[in-house]
């Protein structure tokens, strides 16, 4: 299957600071990537739906000021958490589509705010 | 609209069959069934495209029913290394994001 690539795999920082996620698609180019948020046994909750060369769309509640996507390429999109706070702690996937159709997962950042 | 997953929990003992449930009250066009492991991301398992569609793989395979707006993953002969979460993603239309139920657990001891 289809690679796609995080970094960093987990942060650790102070409450305030700002912090950025790479999602990279390594042998494939993306047009349109997602970012998800998962809580520790909960499901994948969609964040917004990233797409190369033009702004991010996000799902109802999530605040696009705070939550910051930007798409540049076709292989990168990255996300960052601005002015992150201690429930800003979560594990945050990104995905991609192949083809269309079958969806890839990143493996994931683990974003603990203290 | 969130996928209703069912059931939320399963424990099963090696060679048990198992058979996790999708629904959804939206018209579907695919549904996509992931496992995931403690700490990590979900494994793509399977697609189904709507039109009614059976796949499978190894000893995991699903249905999708899309008059119900339902779908079925059957795990037969189950093994240790089953164990996982299970999600169905859904999408309304194509090229769209996944929509994820709330999971199942699915637990396989020796």
């Known amino acids: 299957g289809a690679v796609v690539s995080q970094h960093p795999s987990w942060v650790i920082c102070k409450s305030g600071t700002s912090v950025k996620i790479e999602c990279r698609s390594l042998?494939?180019?993306?047009?349109?990537m997602f970012w998800y948020r998962q809580f520790p046994k909960q499901s994948l909750m969609l964040m917004a739906t990233?797409?190369?060369?033009?702004?991010?769309?996000?799902e109802q509640g999530v605040e696009k000021d705070k939550f910051l996507i930007n798409h540049a390429s076709l292989t990168l999109s990255t996300l960052t958490v601005t002015s992150a706070h201690p429930e800003d702690s979560s594990f945050y996937i990104c995905?991609?589509?192949?083809?269309?159709?079958?969806?890839?997962f990143g493996p994931g950042t683990r974003l603990t705010v203290l | 609209q969130q996928p209703v997953q069912s059931p939320q929990a399963v424990i099963l003992r090696e060679g048990e069959d198992a058979v996790i449930n999708c629904s959804s009250s939206?018209?579907?066009?695919?549904v996509h069934w992931y496992r995931q492991k403690h700490g990590e991301a979900p494994v793509f398992l399977m697609i189904l495209l709507k039109g009614g569609e059976q796949k499978g793989h190894d000893k995991i395979s699903a249905s999708f029913n899309e008059k119900k707006q339902q779908s079925s993953l059957y795990l037969t002969a189950s093994q240790l290394s089953y164990s996982g979460t299970y999600f169905c993603g859904t999408e309304s239309q194509a090229g769209t994001a996944l929509i994820f139920g709330k999971g199942t657990t699915l637990s396989v001891s020796s």
């Open positions: 042998d494939f180019q993306a047009t349109t």
């Open positions: 939206k018209a579907l066009y695919s």
């Open positions: 990233s797409n190369e060369g033009s702004k991010a769309t996000y």
């Open positions: 995905s991609a589509r192949v083809g269309g159709l079958e969806q890839f």
